[in-house]
């Protein structure tokens, strides 16, 4: 038998952060919301993934960035799940690895831009033009 908490909701003590009531209405909750919290673990996750790198790729069938254009290997929230954006396929993009590293939880364009990136506005965007040269800022 584990330890005993106090549920984040009423105070009764469980096993868990919730008691089994209110889990199963947090639980309902976030997925309602988009949230399950199971990020790109799940099947879901992968397919959705798979899905917006997709539907990213020009002509030549290679994904690109939203943000630069370089070749796209990440789906990016574009409003992070950390900042109230939904885990769904309508809040993610394409993007590559160095963008969505250095973007981090930030908001585009009010917190973040590329270095010599291009602007989008929306995360509907999805078919970026052909690649572009990138400023490498670590040299």
Known sequence: M???HACLTCGRLSEGRRCPEHARDHARQRKQ???TGARGSTRAGRKVRAEV???AKDAT????CVYCGAEATHADHFIPVSRG?????ANQVAACASCNSDKGDK???S????????KITTPGHRTPP????????RS
């Open 2 to 4: 584990g330890i005993k």
């Open 33 to 35: 919301a988009g949230r």
């Open 53 to 55: 790198l997709a539907e």
């Open 61 to 64: 069938g290679t994904p690109r």
């Open 85 to 89: 954006g939904s885990d769904t396929k």
């Open 107 to 109: 908001l585009y364009p």
């Open 111 to 118: 917190e973040w831009t590329p270095e010599g990136g291009r």
């Open 130 to 137: 052909g690649p572009r040269a990138r400023k490498n800022s």
